[in-house]
């Protein structure tokens, strides 16, 4: 039936959420007010069972993918803070922005971990549940999902612009470094031609 097409097509959509390499739970919102416009088409004694799928597709799949949420949130940062301390420690060589990594890195994962063990409770809340965490969430779903663009769809397309723009860098590194080195290596050896010079003088002066 076409109330049955309808609802393969919404089930389809919010399930591809799970594979999004970057979890946003605006999308996951955003992605039910669509599934709730193409819904409205399903009119008839079926419209009632459809309705409730929705209501629970809203609430229990919120609640699985919020959980999920959280676990990816969580490797996405550890992965971010690993790549940066590698980044600033032998690519770009900024001692302050590598500590600083590692500060995030113990904050937001090796503190809490080491809460939960001392409290012997697999429970125990995490640095995403704190005041601090929410506030860094709301950035993060901010630069993710937002109205003028989804971060997702460019996700394999900026590292690679990334890496052209550090290789660009590098290049007009050394080649700054050449033009120093350049009047150098120019002016030794002009002083080594007038040295040379003077000894043959004096040599000359002395027969």
């Known amino acids: 039936s076409a109330c049955a097409a309808l609802w393969r097509q919404c089930e389809a959509s919010v399930a591809r959420l799970s594979q999004a390499t970057l979890p946003s739970r605006r999308r996951y919102d955003a992605r039910l007010a669509q599934c709730n416009v193409t819904m409205h088409a399903c009119v008839g004694p079926a419209s009632a069972e459809y309705a409730q799928r929705l209501a629970a597709l809203s609430t229990g799949g919120a609640t699985a993918y919020g959980k999920d949420f959280y676990a990816k949130v969580s490797h996405l940062f550890t992965l971010a803070c690993a790549l940066g301390i590698l980044t600033f420690r032998y690519v770009l060589q900024v001692a302050a922005l590598e500590l600083l990594s590692w500060i995030a890195l113990i904050t937001v994962e090796v503190l ?36 003028y663009f989804d971060a997702d769809d460019w996700i394999y397309a900026a ?30 050896t002009q002083s080594r031609r ?14």
């Open 112 to 147: 809490p971990r080491v809460a939960a063990l001392t409290q012997l409770s697999a429970d125990a809340p995490s640095f995403w549940e704190s005041r601090a965490g929410a506030r860094l969430l709301a950035c993060y779903e901010a630069a993710v999902y937002n109205s």
């Open 159 to 188: 590292p690679c612009l990334l890496l052209l723009l550090c290789l660009c860098a590098r290049v007009h590194a050394c080649r700054r470094a050449r033009r120093v080195r350049r009047p150098r290596s120019e002016t030794s």
């Open 194 to 207: 007038l040295v040379q010079r003077s000894e043959d003088g004096s040599s000359e002066d002395e027969r």
